[in-house]
């Protein structure tokens, strides 16, 4: 692999890392609650599709709108029936809850499908590229995944913008004790966001699941990741996410490209270091004028 | 034992927690106890030696766990870091640089809190729970350098050959003493600091900068110093282990299970309590020896009970306790609610 | 049957009690104004009013209906809005965002963002500046104007003045006569006597907790009103 071609596959791995990283930062731009659970619950969709896959015997792709609906009422209920009490109640409570989520989530899932690689099969497409040139092959998966990527953010960024539910976000975050005395039904917010959350992650859980392999212990690894992701972006920016995802995807593969694999993900957390240190704001926080 | 002062500052209510001067008796019947645990490998066998051994180290971790957040605010998931960096520290100076390894375990502090100060300034740029996850990324980071050196043994990890050349006759007495020195020194620096001036300040108002800094505490700074004592701690109760264990591995000395247990003993027990990590460290030992045998479930069983307590009984089984026999302790977990209603 | 009702409420900050035993009503279509000092309860009862604390003991009645434990928005629902203290408005939304966001609960009522902007024609420039930017009475108007849109049966207003200029103050209480012509009961709460006795159909006086005067502004004198404002 030369220097272009992990150029390209850093970008592409980007937008992936950006699916997962706009869940993470909508659930704390809503409700300011950091989820610690957000890296397994993005390989909790992937069971359940392998689970609708067995089940149903059919393509994965065809088990994603279904996993995204379940998704969403997991994060829904997740969301009123545990997290909305601890939502206000300082970080450190936040925190704890959702890494004791974190701990339930990874061990059940051990406990259920154990700690063997799993894999959704979804035949040819898998392999498939589009060759430029000798040196240069783009697949089409990792290429699916990026163009879902930039069309979920821009699906968001509408939502958010145009919508009387995104606004109703907005509003909530901005003060949420103002919000419901206009009549905002607070705690049904949240669990939206936490749900709307879980469903882009599906997306991401899923295609990584078909692209790749996946195992109950990898979810620390993509909290980390998707939180990379984030504060290089710039916290509350949509496509500052997507192009944390970027960065982060470029110096994972630019780094492996330079120091072996072994490397890789260090270099990644390198790269993330010297951001947090010159620039913690990020690439393209959002402000607001005061 | 303690009393309960109610305060007020620029319109805002709230409680300040006081404990009273040395109390001589308990002071005096605290070091009965501690001379009593230390003669304790003289007259017991080495299994049940070395279960305590498991028990300081784990009580000497949860208290500075304890003492970064209830003194300071600080929420740490990667506290792991620092147990790590303190057992290859270990192997660095008694294998390579064959230096005794019970004196190596100060260096091994030493060498947690040179990299504690660094790391605080990155992650405190975080705010937050973003902060906890800042932590998580510095543990990783450590653990992935760590794996990729080859002297170290990489990924499957080294033996720690000063330690087993020193014989069990020495080996398991000495790191159960060092052990039971580690959970001292946790206990002794976590009292001094709560009782001090600015632990008094900082646990009245831990959970509003903005109240903070217009009393003129340095949050900053002492976040700073917090986080590297919690740093140098965890590293020396790392050498501990490393020593006790005989073998490190990046997998395991950097395992991210460390902070479950720290966060189980130090909830269930009581946040920002001194008794609380004892009483957590106890219970996890009875949950241990009942329930590791299931494997997948005995985490489950920490994640729920966590869960349930930071819902449902934020005080921890402390709290409670002090709820129903001596009032007066309770207005140390009430203030921070009278806070957020002076807010409103 | 009174708008609103208040039957022998206590209301507690954890051990602090902030009002004992509140009895008042207010009418459908009047301005009622509560005056005092500062921390004499007058906005821990606008907040019980509006859901955000609930009484230890006794009663409040809307329309006749007990609402003391009715969620906040659900309140909203039935026709309680509110002009919060310090404004609050959403300072990241725009001026027509936040106006909107006053009509989440889709009450029917006179009230739209055409009839807000023409109450209020200094915000109709501002309608797609973030809400942040605005002065003290641009967004006092504008929290003024966001909570009509719930179009409520009674609105709560804490402390309208607080911060501005007589000159604003005055274009703000002009806007009551307004309020009440499309049916809108004001229950509002100020420390500054002059501007709000000038506009009150009935006044009282917060003391302590406890309601120490109560009246017409026409029958009480400036003697009463500062022994019972201050306690002498």
């Known amino acids: 692999m030369d220097w272009l071609n992990a150029a390209v596959q850093g970008i592409l791995l980007g937008g992936l890392y950006s699916l997962f990283a706009v869940g993470l930062s909508l659930v704390f731009g809503t409700m300011r609650l950091t989820n610690l659970a957000h890296g397994d619950l993005t390989i909790l969709p992937a069971y359940v599709a392998l689970m609708i896959v067995n089940a149903l015997n059919f393509n994965p792709f065809y088990s994603i709108p279904i996993t995204m609906v379940i998704m969403f009422i997991v994060g829904y209920l997740l969301q009123r029936g545990l997290l909305n009490f601890v939502v206000g109640k300082g970080d450190v409570a936040g925190v704890i809850v959702t890494f004791g989520i974190s701990m339930v989530l990874q061990n059940a899932l051990l406990l259920g499908f154990t700690a063997n690689s799993q894999g959704l099969d979804a035949g040819r497409v898998e392999n498939l590229s589009i060759k430029i040139n000798d040196r240069l092959a783009v697949g089409w998966l990792p290429l699916i995944i990026f163009l879902m990527a930039l069309v979920v953010i821009t699906v968001l960024q509408v939502y958010m913008g145009r919508t009387k539910m995104g606004r109703a976000f907005r509003a909530v975050s901005d003060d949420q004790e103002a919000a419901r005395l206009m009549g905002i039904n607070t705690k049904h917010i949240w669990a939206v966001a936490m749900g709307v959350s879980l469903l882009i992650v599906t997306i991401g859980g899923v295609m990584m699941g078909i692209r790749t392999t996946f195992d109950p212990l990898l979810g620390s690894q993509r909290l980390i990741f998707a939180f990379e992701a984030v504060i290089i972006g710039g916290m509350g920016s949509s496509w500052g996410t997507l192009l944390g995802g970027i960065v982060l995807g470029l110096g994972q593969t630019l780094g492996a490209q330079a120091f072996g694999s072994a490397w890789s993900i260090l270099v990644g957390h390198m790269i993330f270091v010297i951001i947090l240190a010159v620039r913690p704001q990020g690439f393209l926080a959002k402000t607001v004028t005061t | 034992m303690t009393a309960a002062k109610a305060a007020t500052l620029e319109n805002k209510r709230f409680t300040v927690w006081v404990a009273n001067r040395t109390n001589l008796a308990i002071g005096i019947f605290g070091l009965l106890i501690v001379v009593a645990l230390a003669l304790f490998p003289t007259y017991a066998g080495t299994p049940l030696t070395r279960r305590l051994v498991d028990f300081f180290t784990l009580l000497a971790l949860a ?75 510095i543990a990783e980071i450590l653990r ?112 991210i299970n460390w902070t479950g247990y720290l966060i189980f003993i130090s909830v269930i027990g009581g946040v920002g309590t001194i008794e609380g990590p004892i009483i957590g460290t106890i219970i996890y030992f009875v949950l241990r020896e009942t ?47 009278m806070l957020e209603g002076a807010k409103e | 049957m009174s708008l609103l009702e208040f039957e022998n409420v206590n209301v507690y900050y954890e051990d602090f009690q902030a009002l004992y035993d509140l009895n008042f009503k207010v009418e459908e279509g009047e301005i009622f104004a509560c005056i005092g000092a500062n921390g004499a309860g007058k906005s821990t009862m606008l907040k019980t009013v509006a859901g955000a604390l609930v009484p ?113 103050i005055k274009r703000i209480y002009d806007a009551f006569p307004t309020l009440l012509n499309n049916g809108t009961t004001i229950l509002v709460v100020e420390q500054d006597v002059q501007h709000v006795m000038t506009v009150a159909g009935h006044v009282a006086c917060f003391l302590e907790g406890r309601i120490k005067l109560e009246g017409r502004p026409s029958e009480l004198t400036n003697e009463q009103i500062t022994a019972a404002y201050f306690g002498v």
């Open chain 3, 56 to 168: 230890r003991r006794g009663r409040i009645l809307f329309d006749g209906q007990p609402i003391d434990h009715m969620p906040t928005y659900k309140r909203v629902e039935i026709g309680i809005s509110s002009v919060p203290e310090g404004r609050r408005v959403f300072p990241s939304l725009t001026v027509h965002e936040n106006l909107l966001i006053g009509a989440y609960r889709n009450r029917k009522g006179p009230w739209t963002t055409d009839t807000i902007y023409e109450l209020f024609p200094l915000l109709v420039p501002l309608r797609k500046r973030q809400a942040a930017g605005l002065s003290g009475g641009e967004q006092q108007a504008l929290a003024i104007g966001r909570a009509l849109m719930a179009n409520p049966r009674l609105i709560l207003m804490d402390e309208v003045s607080l911060g501005l200029a007589p000159v604003v």
């Open chain 2, 291 to 337: 329930t590791s045998k299931y494997g997948e479930w005995y985490f489950i069983v920490l994640g729920i009970l966590a869960i349930i307590v930071t819902v449902w009984s934020p005080a921890g089984i402390y709290g409670y306790v002090v709820r129903k026999t001596n009032f007066f302790l309770f207005p140390l977990q009430r203030k921070l609610r």
């Open chain 2, 63 to 137: 208290q500075f766990w304890n003492l970064m957040l209830g003194y300071a605010g600080l929420i740490s998931v990667g506290q792991q870091g620092f147990i790590g960096i303190g057992s290859y520290t270990l192997w660095l100076f008694s294998d390579i640089m064959h230096i005794n390894p019970f004196i190596s375990v100060i260096f091994a502090a030493i060498g947690g809190a040179i990299i504690a100060f660094p790391a605080a300034s990155l992650v405190f740029k975080l705010k937050g729970g973003y902060l906890a996850i800042g932590t998580w990324v």
């Open chain 2, 144 to 255: 992935l350098i760590v794996a990729n050196i080859k002297r170290t043994g990489g990924g499957s990890g080294i033996t720690i050959q000063a330690a087993t050349k020193l014989g069990t006759t020495v080996r398991v007495p000495g790191s159960y003493w060092w052990a039971l020195a580690s959970a001292v020194i946790a206990i002794a620096v976590t009292y001094f600091l709560l009782r001090s001036r600015t632990g008094l300040a900082l646990k009245a108002i831990r959970d509003n900068d903005l109240a903070a800094e217009s009393n003129g505490v340095n949050l900053w700074r002492t976040k700073l110093y917090t986080y590297i004592i919690g740093g140098a701690g965890c590293a020396m109760v790392g050498a501990i282990v490393a020593i006790h264990l005989l073998r490190v591995q990046p997998a395991a000395a950097f395992s």
